[in-house]
């Protein structure tokens, strides 16, 4: 299934190279954290990089990000600010983090929309966007309203997992959209104390997962005390130098290969 026939085509957003989508099946998997330092690991490579944060209904990144502020607004349009190298917009920064959203899908896709054409996000390279999990309004407006280099998938190392990324993975590949690859969160706690090291959410979902869909996996994050840390106190592990930080620069490394191979013309064949 390809877009609905009639739909306008994405229009690009002006002087924004690569717009990469992060979803996740559902929620709780950390795909907002794996957003943010995704995001800081690409500029930390001399990318210029904005994050939108299109969880409109749990806005985490001013939080993750250490931005507080809120934005202005010059010549009608909003400018997005900036942290850790990353600009970055959200609805957080402009409702407060107190107040709930309560709106209904399509007010939901309006406000994305608006996100692309009303942020002067200036020349950047990547524009990383956290999705809502799920594939719902968000999704689907994001694909119809901008063309997509890729998405990657959040998911968690348990066999259930399968199930929730099965439907992220079929719904961008329905919209054209190519998935970069998949990132397994939560693949062992690492004791603080000794550096024991348990699969205690079970071991071998992320490939079980790439090998479905044949897609890369991209990494494997731990559950470690540092990455929520650096998450809550809007220090992210990948600004730092650890080996969750040069597991972030590597899944940004394999993102660029990737989109460059995706991107590259296939070989010119002569018929004679």
Request: aromatic letters at 4%.
């Amino acid at each position: 299934m390809q877009m609905p026939p009639g739909m306008p085509k994405p229009s690009p957003i002006p002087d924004v190279e690569h717009i990469v989508a992060v979803s996740s099946g559902k929620g709780g998997v950390g795909k907002t954290t794996v957003s943010v330092n995704l995001s800081v690991a690409l500029a930390r490579q001399g990318q210029a990089v904005g994050l939108l944060d299109a969880d409109i209904y749990g806005p985490n990144v001013p939080m993750m990000l250490g931005a507080a502020e809120q934005p202005r607004a010059v010549g009608g349009k909003i400018i997005p600010l900036e942290n850790h190298g990353v600009k970055l917009m959200s609805l957080g920064l402009i409702a407060g983090e107190d107040t709930p959203v309560i709106w209904r899908g399509p007010i939901v896709g309006k406000m994305i929309q608006q996100f692309m054409s009303d942020v002067a996000w200036g020349a950047l390279d990547f524009l990383v966007v956290d999705l809502p999990p799920g594939t719902g309004d968000a999704q689907l407006t994001l694909a119809q309203t901008v063309p997509l280099s890729g998405a990657v998938i959040v998911t968690t190392p348990q066999d259930v997992a399968l199930e929730d990324v099965t439907r992220s993975v079929e719904m961008f590949r329905k919209v054209d959209v190519p998935v970069l690859g998949a990132v397994e969160n939560m693949s062992a706690f690492i004791c603080p104390c000794c550096g024991e090291s348990a699969a205690i959410f079970g071991t071998g979902g992320g490939d079980r997962i790439a090998q479905a869909f044949n897609v890369p996996l991209l990494g494997r994050l731990p559950i470690l005390p540092a990455i929520r840390k650096g998450g809550d106190e809007g220090d992210p592990i990948a600004a730092g130098e650890s080996d969750e930080s040069r597991t972030f620069l590597d899944i940004a490394r394999k993102i660029m290969d990737r989109i460059d191979a995706h991107e590259q013309p296939g070989p010119k064949i002569t018929i004679s």
